[in-house]
């Protein structure tokens, strides 16, 4: 099944440390994307990507880095720098880059700070 | 400033009664509207793409709409599965995609 994927489910971090949330889709999509999502507000976007090797900064992304070395995956950390990182994370995938495709998303990780 | 706006915030249904989620909206330039559905601890479930005001698209129970200034995901006679938050976000681009804080749909057996 095509689909994409994100792990873990549920992650907890202490205070200081580095997170690596992880994204793989197998929709063969162009781009992708992270958002953050808390109580009461929209979904916020924190990185995107259009084309491998290449991804730019969204609305939030003060606090997160991350990478796109394979089409197929697309994994968000979250340093240290995040002062408020409990959240929900989505990533998601669409198969335009240029337009205005359809966004299509994961599962979504938990993140919660201890 | 671009943004989206639902309401109602929550919904309460007893089964088999309809009703109409709102979206509204003030994004200069919008290329597309798009509803999504969302289950507790799950993500978004995509649903419709709208264009062009004057344009339906139905699915099941669902029917969205569009105008000029707001969209509308109308439910016909809803069963509890139906129960979930409704989100609907604008888009100008690939990137651009501004969301709404959604709608609590219950639906009552």
């Known amino acids: 099944d095509g689909g994409i994927t994100q792990s873990p489910k549920y992650l907890f971090r202490k205070e200081g440390q580095n997170v690596t949330l992880s994204c793989e889709q197998n929709?063969?999509?162009?781009?992708m994307y992270w958002y953050r999502q808390d109580p009461g507000q929209g979904l916020r976007l924190i990185y995107y990507s259009q084309i491998v090797n290449d991804f730019q900064k969204g609305d939030i992304a003060e606090g997160y880095s991350v990478s796109r070395e394979k089409k197929e995956s697309f994994p968000l950390t979250v340093t240290s720098a995040q002062k408020n990182p409990t959240a929900f994370y989505l990533c998601?995938?669409?198969?335009?880059?240029?337009?205005?495709?359809?966004?299509?998303f994961g599962p979504g990780t938990r993140l919660t700070v201890l | 400033e671009d943004q989206v706006t639902q309401s109602p915030e929550a919904l309460r249904l007893q089964e088999g009664e309809s009703s109409s989620l709102n979206c509204s909206y003030t994004?200069?330039?919008?290329?597309?509207l798009f509803w999504y559905r969302q289950d507790p601890g799950k993500g978004p479930e995509f649903l419709f793409t709208?264009?062009?005001a004057g344009e339906e698209k139905e699915k099941e129970r669902l029917k969205a709409t569009l105008t000029k200034k707001e969209s509308f995901l109308h439910i016909t006679a809803p069963k509890p599965e139906d129960s979930a938050t409704y989100l609907c976000?604008?888009?100008?681009?690939?990137?651009?995609?501004?969301f709404g804080t959604g709608t609590r749909l219950t639906v009552i057996p």
């Open positions: 709208l264009y062009s």
């Open positions: 998601a995938s669409s198969i335009r880059t240029g337009g205005l495709g359809t966004q299509y």
């Open positions: 929709l063969n999509h162009d781009a």
């Open positions: 976000a604008g888009g100008t681009g690939a990137n651009n995609l501004f």
């Open positions: 994004v200069s330039g919008l290329r597309g």
